[in-house]
């Protein structure tokens, strides 16, 4: 018998006014309670439902999570209703913080 993961859904759209999210400090909230969802031991779903996003938003709410965790942290997370160029940063952001993670431990 498997035990299903609980998950947490976080949209991206709560909380911000407009349909697009360019500032750090907009992401701060979101990865505060991904953060607490996570130590939990939950998953977590960001919906983007309706939204564009920057590279420095999704740096702050993901790319911090993966330099305090490590790059197994992106296993409990996941990214729903991506446009093309949000799911294309999402994975900038992961790739350059999963390789800057590795790098830092190396030395």
């Known amino acids: 018998m498997s035990i299903e ?3 947490t859904r976080l949209s991206l759209r709560d909380g911000i006014k ?3 999210a360019g500032l750090r400090a907009a992401a701060v909230p ?6 607490e969802a996570l130590a939990q031991g939950r998953e977590v779903v960001f919906d983007f439902a ?3 996003v920057t590279q420095s938003f999704v740096d ?6 993966i330099l305090r965790h490590g790059p197994s942290i992106l296993e409990r997370l996941v990214f729903k209703s991506c446009s093309d160029d949000a799911r294309a940063i999402i994975e900038f952001v992961a790739t350059d913080r999963c390789d ?3 790098s830092s431990r190396s030395h």
Do not use: K, S
């Open 60 to 65: 702050e709410l993901i790319g911090t999570l």
């Open 100 to 102: 800057q993670f590795v």
């Open 5 to 7: 993961t609980q998950r």
């Open 18 to 20: 407009v349909n697009f």
């Open 30 to 35: 979101v990865r505060e309670q991904a953060a």
């Open 50 to 52: 309706g939204i564009e």
